[in-house]
């Protein structure tokens, strides 16, 4: 054994076992912290709209910017943690996480809430979930599916244990206090990100090219040095840094992808056009159950219900998908999901009583487990490993824009109209459209597929009688997966 390789396996020795399950642990904590607190907002409702004054799509600004900014973010995450590394950017996301919390306390506006609350701790959430997450792919290979499982958990706990806490503190201290609290609490993502202590990898396990400095831009640039032109020429300056841009764009947003691909084109539209309506009850089911006439504390352990049957039901969800029966038609298993969600809906239109909102969040947090458990394994489907991670990021961003201006445009009608069941109409809307596109789409790109290939046949077996054995066994991928990737949850 060469030297070089006896210093990989001395490297590596932590991957796996030992301080791992640790790193596990506070990747739990983590995504409890960060994914399940926007699910609290919803209570603090009603006491921002009359503190602030503000209307339904005013105050509904707030979650919105805090979840689209934390879908959103993630290019700018990955560029940062290639950067600096994961440890880095959890610590300073906490850090950004407690000072928008500590500043929103102090908010005399609606508008400096936005930025404070919403937009700094958004973009600190954004930054210690995501790089909690790509840190256990550097400490787990052979349990990596099994650290990825166990840490979502953490986000069912957060949305069943930050709605109880939140009304407790809100009865006792208001929500100034309240919040100034949360920024102590969300500190807590700096110890989590101590705890993620920089491992070095085995020689070879990092997908690298042999020069990294040699890239298509860089060879553009040589190839016009060489017929004489000045590394200082305006023209080619500018020219590089078109190129530089490009390569950036390409790398963390995939254009290119998006219009080549149809599958990935259909699914990346359906999903964005699905999370217009997919938050609206977490935004609005709190003040909907105040409004008629539901107790404040009940009224919160709604949520709680939504994130404690979630704890049980996504794993066992995961599973199910996971099975060979289902490869390659998890897509209809995520439009069957969130159809129900849709049609979950229409319970709370029949009526307001605390029983029948407890059977809605019962049926609908088991629809969101699957729509939870199966988005992003869906995306590994329709596009190649090695480009995942640039799909993602056009995936995320695309869908975060929608998550922003969902939530308040349907405020805005339950302003018009001063009727709340406006928000499960339009949210049954979008999942049952975004549904139904979903799968017909895949539907007839499959039918077309298989004429495509029926057609092809006779030319290209000319003889019946001949046969060719091809093994069953997928080939090898040409390359690795990203080493670094950035990942949300729903």
């Given amino acids: 054994m060469s030297q070089g390789e006896a210093a990989g396996r001395r490297t590596a020795k932590p991957q796996d076992h030992g301080w791992a399950w640790m790193v596990l642990l506070a ?59 994961c440890r880095f950017v959890v610590m300073l996301g906490g850090l950004l996480s ?18 404070t609350a919403g937009l700094i701790t958004g973009l600190g959430s954004c930054f210690s979930f995501q790089a909690g997450v790509t840190v256990l792919g550097y400490y787990f290979v052979r349990w990596q599916t099994l650290a990825n499982a166990v840490a979502s958990t953490g986000v069912s706990l957060g949305f069943t244990l930050w709605p109880l806490l939140s009304q407790y503190l809100l009865e006792e201290m208001g929500w100034r206090n309240t919040f100034l609290i949360f920024g102590g609490i969300l500190l807590n993502c700096c110890v989590c990100g101590a705890i993620m202590r920089p491992i070095q990898l085995a020689s070879g396990s990092l997908p690298q090219s042999a020069n990294p ?41 995939a254009f290119d992808i998006f219009c080549q691909n149809k599958r990935y084109q259909i699914y990346t539209i ?41 704890i049980f039901i996504r794993p066992l969800t995961g599973l199910l998908s996971g099975h060979r029966v289902f490869t390659g038609r998890r897509i209809y298993l995520f439009s069957l999901a969130a159809f129900l969600c849709g049609l979950s809906n229409f319970i709370c239109v029949i009526s307001a009583e605390f029983s029948v ?65 406006y928000v499960f109409y339009n949210s049954s809307f979008f999942l049952i459209s975004a549904a139904l596109f979903m799968g017909l789409s895949f539907c007839a790109l499959e039918k077309k597929t298989k004429l495509r290939e029926a057609s092809k046949a006779p030319l290209d077996n000319p003889s019946r009688y001949q046969y060719s054995e091809t093994s069953a066994e997928p080939k090898a991928e040409s390359q690795s997966p990203p080493a670094v990737e950035y990942v949300t949850s729903i």
Wanted: charged fraction near 10%; aromatic fraction near 10%; hydrophobic fraction near 45%.
């Fill in 27 to 85: 990747a739990v904590v983590l995504q409890g912290l960060t994914l399940g607190f926007p699910c609290c907002i919803g209570v603090f409702f009603t006491d921002l709209q009359h503190e602030f004054q503000a209307s339904n799509s005013q105050t509904s600004w707030f979650p919105s910017i805090i979840v689209a900014v934390l879908h959103g973010g993630g290019p700018l995450c990955s560029i940062l943690v290639k950067r600096f590394g």
């Fill in 98 to 115: 407690g000072l928008g919390m500590v500043s929103g306390s102090f908010c005399k506006s609606i508008s400096q809430l936005y930025l």
């Fill in 213 to 253: 400095e040699e890239e298509p831009g860089s060879r553009a640039e040589e190839a016009q040095l060489s017929n004489g032109a000045s590394p200082y020429h305006p023209m080619l300056q500018q020219s590089t840094r078109r190129t530089k841009c490009f390569q950036m764009l390409q790398k963390y947003l």
């Fill in 270 to 310: 359906g999903v964005t056009w699905m999370m217009m309506g997919f938050a609206l009850p977490h935004v609005y089911l709190v003040p909907y159950a105040i409004h008629n006439g539901v107790e404040e504390h009940k009224a919160a352990l709604l949520i709680s219900v939504i994130g404690f049957i979630n």
């Fill in 357 to 421: 909102l407890i059977l809605y969040c019962i049926i609908l947090s088991i629809a969101m487990s699957g729509v939870g458990s199966l988005v992003f394994q869906v995306l590994m489907d329709v596009v190649d490993m090695d480009r995942f991670s640039s799909a993602l990021g056009l995936f995320t961003v695309l869908e975060s824009i929608t998550h922003l201006i969902g939530p308040p445009l349907t405020g805005l009608l339950v302003d018009i109209t001063s009727d709340f069941h």
